[in-house]
């Protein structure tokens, strides 16, 4: 396994400290081993210490793991891009696929490669990136940090509602099949013909509004009730599922991803074969692929579109960038980039295919049309496809691997924006969080998770009978509209702060060819363009909130602009930070915010930790830690 290896040392006397070294060549010649030794020598010298354990003072070699094998990134990156939205969210927004390949192609995938690029060059993670890339942006990498918490915070609820149904599938009966439970109401019925002049309700509407959320126990917002201790226990579940799959870093990541990434194929392909021997599937398929032309003139078509894109592809959320970085300096990101988006857009198609057929079968149960069956959102895969199984021969064997499906899809995002987090901060943070991972992510499990003894508010609220209302409200107001500015403000960065043939250059260095004008060309124009303009949109006519049944408090969209603002305010104050503490005048104060600090080549070559060991010996090696990004 390939490592990268930095040296660096920490002098006495006024404590200073010292520029980490990299060693960007080969050390199997006399000079790179006489460069380790004079430095480690005159370290040691510095120090005063003639002591037997002297070596102890000597400086730490920092080795960046790599991932044991190409597909266990793949796999990484895979998973993280296909989520809960292929499922719930693409099958509606497939309806306008022309807008969606379009902002793919011209938004998406020339921002995935470029994280992928970024990640793998300069070997570190959303935080000490920006000192190489353009220091006064530094505070966008505290802002993907905030919303990854943000997205951890709802979305590992949303997992525990799987868990919970998956769990209540390990029965004889399900429990949404019929009208005969406490918590059902009068206006419950089976599914069937449904006389448009009657509000009736099905079993699977009511067992998940009134049984698993008891929406009905809770006012909304202003008076959300008590916790479900239960819910509260499945989230508890998904915590330690996620903390055991990445406290060893990318060794435990890389394998967990070889379930989580690979058994929804398997589920997905099962439950389409099963879908398309429906009566109707054929109808609900060409829904699906029978575009509406009329509705490509609607702004909304194409938001809905590139949010999609950017939401499963993921730019912007820190975790291709975390991911890319341990890989070995000369992989090919290039190809990476276009296999995994492709494999991402299949994916999504395919699950709308598996939809599709399921709901052409309940639109011919119920003698309606598709679209009148609810098709987005938790209701599309809490009611309607739960629904349908009830009615299907072998109903609790399909209830289990279809809520296994959500489970596994849900966790592969929940590793990625929880790695994208801590490889952020224990890049940045060496000293602190390098050697102290497991507690970093032990405290974040704990506190997500503490609405079992005595919840923070916010947390707290999600698990209570009302959650479902503040699990919207974190949804759009979270990273939704957050993370489109971040994006922006990121390619901004690299296409003209750092600059695109600089990075480009970079991208030469690894791959042996530079990026063709297409890719320079939407880094540094068409992707920031797109990206401003739906930002602009979302801002102008924001996600609505408001139900039939609930009508959202003036004062919680307030609450939700302020989520917003939190992780954008992040990248002025960090900027009026840098400006302050910046030497000079005020011209030179600026040049030396947008310039990168450390120009140094991040190369990644092997056998330079065995060099390393022998001339430090093997008691040092470990004692500290460091890497070539410092703390600002």
Known sequence: MAK????SGKGSGADEQQEPILLNHHPDNDEDKAQIVFFLSETAASAGSHRPDAINDLPA????????KKAEFLLAVIGFAVDLGNVWRFPYICAFLIPYVVMMVFGGLPLFYMELALGQFHRSGCLTLWRRICPALKGVGYAICIIDFYMGMYYNTIIGWAVYYFVASFTSELPWTSCDHPWNTNSCALVGPVDNGTFVRSP???YFERNVLENYLSDGLDDIGPIKWSLALCVFAVFILVYFSLWKGVRSTGKAVWITAVAPYIVLIIL???????????????YFLTPQWSKLAETKVWTDAASQVFFSLGPGFGTLLALSSYNKFHNNCFYDALLTSSINLATSLLAGFVIFAVLGYMAEIRNVSIDQLGLEGPGLVFVVYPEAIATMAGST????????????LGLDSTFGGLEAMITGLCDEYPVLLGRRRNYLLEYYSFSSTSALYRPPPIYDSIMEQGGMYLVDLLNVYGPGIAILFLVFVEAMGVSWCYGTQRFSNDIESMLGFQPGPFWKITWAYVSPIFILLIFICTLVDPVPLDTQDYTYPAWSIKVGWVLTAIPLSCIPVYMIYKFGISKGSFTQRLVKMFTPEDTSDPRNLSQ???TARDAVGPSSVGHHSTSYGTQV
């Open 4 to 7: 990268e290896t930095t040296v």
């Open 397 to 408: 064997f399909w209830s289990m691997i279809f809520f296994f499906l959500l489970i596994t």
């Open 272 to 286: 389409l074969i099963r879908g398309a021997s429906l009566p109707g599937a054929g109808d609900g398929i060409r």
């Open 608 to 610: 330079i930790s065995l």
């Open 61 to 68: 070699l920092e080795e960046r793991e790599t991932w044991a």
């Open 204 to 206: 699977a509407q009511e």
